[in-house]
Structures are given as structure tokens and as C-alpha cells.
């Protein structure tokens, strides 16, 4: 199954195209068109960039993923080596690996000679139905997740959901949990058509997952559309699709971005949290609490973590600049497929409902 999305926000239009077994052809020919390219590439993936008869005539480097990588020094140290290459303007960062290099490819693109184009390789499932779609990038800092960065987005996104066999089964969950958040937020039938293809999706089988990963990216793309900047408080803002975000990127902050939970596992327990409370606050049928629960069980995503009502998770999310004031913006759901954005409430009544 291939198929080509077109995003097209104000300024820019890329397409993003998803295609079995296509990464090494579509190397060749991003090579072929450009000659001035820089590659950063995981370490992982590395093998692939191999294949590559010429590749030890390419500028590239190669780098070691985890959330880890998203920190100010490796900023620095990854934007002075590129400078090293001696750039101009018109070269373009190719970025190969998951959402780490992804986030902090797209930022250091966006900096670096104050602007080069972009072209994502995304190979997690993670960054491929989530990261890499609408220009989000960012690094962490002690305050909290992606506190800087910018909107930034890609000239090119080439998806292979073949390259994804490689990847361990925790990671393949971890991108799992992203492509649910975006049944929970935004589409029941598209959650049914998980609960009744989660299996599939999960080993690989080549067609159910090119369509999970479609229809994941189309989503988004809604979101990114009608908000690029995450100007909005109202139904249509991007920041709906941060759904679980609140207590999932506090427990990664609590836990130093180690790798005692990946983010698709953070966000995951975030979503469970975040279901409760939408039920507890009346929002919620308990049917719906209870559909979205047996779904995360059967498919053995996290949903709890022994530290999640630890005091220092919510100071975190105090500290999180991106709140307004006192008052948390939290994404809840009046129903599987219906998500909004209350601003009403504060840390105290969280706390309160949910112990
Ligand atoms: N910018 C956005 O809009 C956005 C959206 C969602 C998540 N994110 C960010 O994405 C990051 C998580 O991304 P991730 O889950 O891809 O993590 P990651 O980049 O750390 O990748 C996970 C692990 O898989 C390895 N890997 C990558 N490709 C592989 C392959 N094909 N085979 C085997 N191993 C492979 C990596 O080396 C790493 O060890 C988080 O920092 C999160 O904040 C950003
Ligand atoms: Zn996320």
C-alpha cells in the first residue's frame, strides 16, 4: 500500500509519503537531486545508510537516540560539528531515526545559519504517526518536556513501515499508544477499527499497519491544519492532541527522561489519568471509561505507575510554563472520540478527584 499525504499549512505544503521497503530508493534519489545534503542518523538505523554504495562520501553523522539526546548540549555539540561541514544556506538536514532525532534535528534546522530545509527519515512507529507530521521540535530542559523549541515544519517526510521490524516490541507499543490517543481524541471508528486490529498493527502485518499508520498521520493532520501554532482554546486546538500529556511528560520529567519509561509509555498512564478524571468530573460514560481501559489491558499498555500520584509529579506539572496562571490546561473526553480542552481546572481539584 502506498500513499502520499499532502499537509498544507499557511506557508507550506510537503508531502508525506508512506511506502513499504522504500527507504533506500528514496535515499538514492534525495542524493541524486541535492547536492548538498547533511545526514544525521541513529545509530540504529545506521545499517541502512550502508546500503548505500557511495555513503562514505556523504557529510553524515551518527548518533546514539534516546530521550537523552534532547538536551541543550547535544544541541550545541550536534549544531557545531554540522557547522564543521562547512554549510550554506541551501544545504539540507536529512534526519534518519525516531522522535528524539526527529525533535532535535527539526530544532537545530530551524537554528542553525537561521533556517535550512528538513527531510525526515522517521523509523519508529512512534515518529512515523506522530513526530514527524506537523513541525513540532524541541528539546527538554530541568523545568520541564519541550520547553524550547520552535515551529518548524519539513520539506519531505518518507515513511517505511518496513524499516520497523528492527524495533523492539516496547517501542513498537510506545508508538501504539500514539496512533490510540488519536482514536480516544478525535474518531471512534477509528478506535473500533483498532480494538478490532491492535494485534495485527502490533506484529507487523504489512497492510494493517500502513493503513494504522494513514490514518494515524490524517488525524493529526486535522489538528495541524486548523492550528498550526497552537494559538487555540477552543475545540480545534492542536493542544488537544497532548491528551495524556499532562502526567506523562511529568513522570518522564520525574524520572530524568531515563529509561525506566519510554514516552509512548508515559503518555499511556497519562491517558488512563486523564480518562479517570474525565469520568470522575462527569464528563465521561463509564462505558466509555471502561471500553478505553480493557483496550489498553489487552494490548498490555501501561497504565499506572507506582510514583504517579507522588507530590513531585504535580509540582512538575505546576512548573510546566505552559500553563496559564494557576489554572492547568487539561485535555479530557466527554466521549471516545470527543476530546476538549478545560481550563477551569487547578492543581488542588485534580489532586482531589483523583485520590
Ligand atoms: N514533535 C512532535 O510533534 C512529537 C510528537 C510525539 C512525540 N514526540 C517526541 O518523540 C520522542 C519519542 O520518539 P521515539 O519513541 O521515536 O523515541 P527514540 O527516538 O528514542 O527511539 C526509540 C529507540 O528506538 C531506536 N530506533 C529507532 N529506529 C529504530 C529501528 N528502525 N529499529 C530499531 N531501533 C530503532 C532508537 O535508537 C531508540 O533507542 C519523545 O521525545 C517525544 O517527546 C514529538
Ligand atoms: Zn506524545
Given at each position: 500500500m502506498n500513499k502520499k499525504i499532502i499537509l498544507k499549512t499557511k506557508n507550506h505544503t510537503y508531502s508525506i509519503n508512506i511506502e513499504p521497503n522504500s527507504i533506500v530508493r528514496n535515499l538514492k534519489n534525495i542524493i541524486t537531486k541535492n547536492n548538498k545534503l547533511v545526514f544525521l542518523i541513529d545509530k540504529k538505523v545506521f545499517y541502512i545508510f550502508k546500503?548505500?554504495?557511495?555513503?562514505?562520501n556523504q557529510k553524515y553523522l551518527v548518533i546514539n537516540c534516546s530521550e537523552k539526546l534532547k538536551s541543550f548540549n547535544n544541541y550545541a555539540k550536534i549544531s557545531e560539528k554540522i557547522l564543521d561541514f562547512n554549510i550554506d544556506r541551501s544545504t539540507k538536514i536529512v534526519a534518519i531515526g525516531g522522535g528524539t532525532l526527529g525533535d532535535l534535528s527539526g530544532f537545530i534546522a530551524s537554528t542553525i545559519l537561521r533556517g535550512v530545509d528538513l527531510i525526515l527519515f522517521p523509523t519508529t512507529l512512534l515518529s512515523q504517526v506522530d513526530s514527524s507530521i506537523g513541525g513540532k521540535n524541541g528539546i527538554n530542559t530541568t523545568s520541564g518536556k519541550n520547553l524550547v523549541g520552535t515551529f518548524y515544519q519539513p520539506k519531505l517526510v518518507f515513511i517505511d513501515?518496513?524499516?520497523?521490524?528492527?524495533?523492539?516490541k516496547r517501542e513498537i507499543l510506545s508508538g501504539y499508544a500514539e496512533i490510540i490517543k488519536h482514536g480516544i481524541i478525535n474518531d471512534i471508528k477509528f478506535f473500533n477499527w483498532l480494538n478490532k486490529n491492535s494485534e495485527k498493527i502490533l506484529t507487523l502485518n504489512n497492510k494493517t499497519l500502513s493503513e494504522a499508520i494513514y490514518k494515524s498521520i490524517i488525524i493529526k493532520r486535522k489538528y495541524v491544519l486548523k492550528d498550526e501554532k497552537e494559538n487555540l482554546k477552543n475545540n480545534n486546538s492542536r493542544a488537544l492532541l497532548n491528551f495524556g500529556h499532562t502526567f506523562g511528560h511529568a513522570l518522564e520529567n520525574y524520572y530524568k527522561?531515563?529509561?525506566?519509561?519510554t514516552h509512548g509509555e508515559a503518555i499511556s498512564i497519562g491517558m488512563i489519568i486523564a480518562a479517570i478524571l474525565s469520568y470522575k468530573l462527569g464528563y465521561l460514560p463509564i462505558d466509555h471509561l471502561n471500553k478505553i481501559k480493557n483496550h489498553f489491558k489487552l494490548n498490555d499498555l501501561p497504565m499506572s505507575d507506582n510514583q504517579m500520584f507522588n507530590d513531585k509529579i504535580f509540582k512538575i506539572i505546576e512548573k510546566d510554563?505552559?500553563?496559564d496562571n494557576k489554572k492547568i490546561n487539561f485535555v479530557l473526553i466527554k466521549k471516545i472520540g470527543s476530546a476538549f480542552l478545560s481550563n477551569n481546572l487547578n492543581l488542588n481539584k485534580i489532586k482531589k478527584t483523583l485520590k
Open positions: 546500503k548505500l554504495k557511495n555513503y562514505k513501515p518496513k524499516i520497523l521490524t528492527t524495533l523492539s527522561y531515563n529509561k525506566k519509561l510554563k505552559k500553563n
